[in-house]
């Protein structure tokens, strides 16, 4: 399927991390959702009923970060993924990306970051 629902940079303040200080202090969390779905009916009706809203991605995308913690920006993505698949019977897949600019790296970086894409029915 060729057809993409797309968000991009939605900025979170989360505290997730394995180290203390992150739980401690927090910090900024970038996010993008790129789901695979049919949109011909809804493009050929022109019907909002017949999508999924990118409002509604978003908004489900941000709970799970700013509401839980998790050590691992992998373990926050695969939530995300799995939450938007049980959610979002029409999406046939979601990737999610999770970029964390200020991550305690000894290095000069502008970021780390995952993105993972799962299939409806497990596949990746």
Known sequence: MSDHIRVEGIAVFA?????????????RFYLGLDAELDLAPAGQADDVTLTVSYADLTA????????????????????????????????????VRVDKPSAPVPAILSQVGVTLTRRRGGGR
């Open 15 to 27: 505290r997730h991390g394995v180290l203390a200080e992150e739980e401690v202090l927090g910090q």
């Open 60 to 95: 489900l995308a941000v709970a799970v970060a700013t509401e839980r913690r998790f050590q691992l920006i992998e373990a926050l993505a695969e939530t995300i993924a799995a939450e938007i698949l049980a959610g979002f019977p029409g999406i046939a897949a979601i990737t």
